[in-house]
Nanobody, 115 residues
Framework: QVQLVESGGGLVQAGGSLRLSCVAS????????MGWYRQAPGKQRELVAA???????NYADSVKGRFTISRDNAKNTVYLQMNSLKPEDTAVYYC?????????WGQGTQVTVSS
């Protein structure tokens, strides 16, 4: 079955950095769209960054210039490098994969940024 396992979350001070990883299994990773989403308490889940199978990338305006998404198809892994973190980045971060409408989510990893 499909599994997406996130790691790398934690508590960090404002201005700090974290690197999230999401390892996928049960899929042909290279052909999948991979995305990072986040959900803060009381808010809807929102797209943070995404990368297509062809390497096309898009970011939410709120993270442009601070976050970098990348993928390593040999390791079935997508990364989210987060720099210059702000308290408003605090949320549970989820990994998502999608291929022709077949979509799965990871369990999420908590990111907390203290001021």
């Amino acid at each position: 079955q499909v599994q997406l396992v996130e790691s790398g979350g934690g508590l960090v001070q404002a201005g700090g950095s974290l690197r999230l990883s999401c390892v996928a299994s049960g899929i042909i990773f290279s052909i999948n769209y991979m995305g990072w989403y986040r959900q803060a308490p009381g808010k809807q889940r929102e797209l943070v960054a995404a990368i297509t199978s062809g390497g096309r990338i898009n970011y939410a305006d709120s993270v442009k210039g601070r976050f970098t998404i990348s993928r390593d198809n040999a390791k079935n892994t997508v990364y989210l490098q987060m720099n210059s973190l702000k308290p408003e980045d605090t949320a549970v971060y989820y990994c998502n994969r999608n291929w022709r409408g077949n979509s799965n989510w990871g369990q999420g990893t908590q990111v907390t940024v203290s001021s």
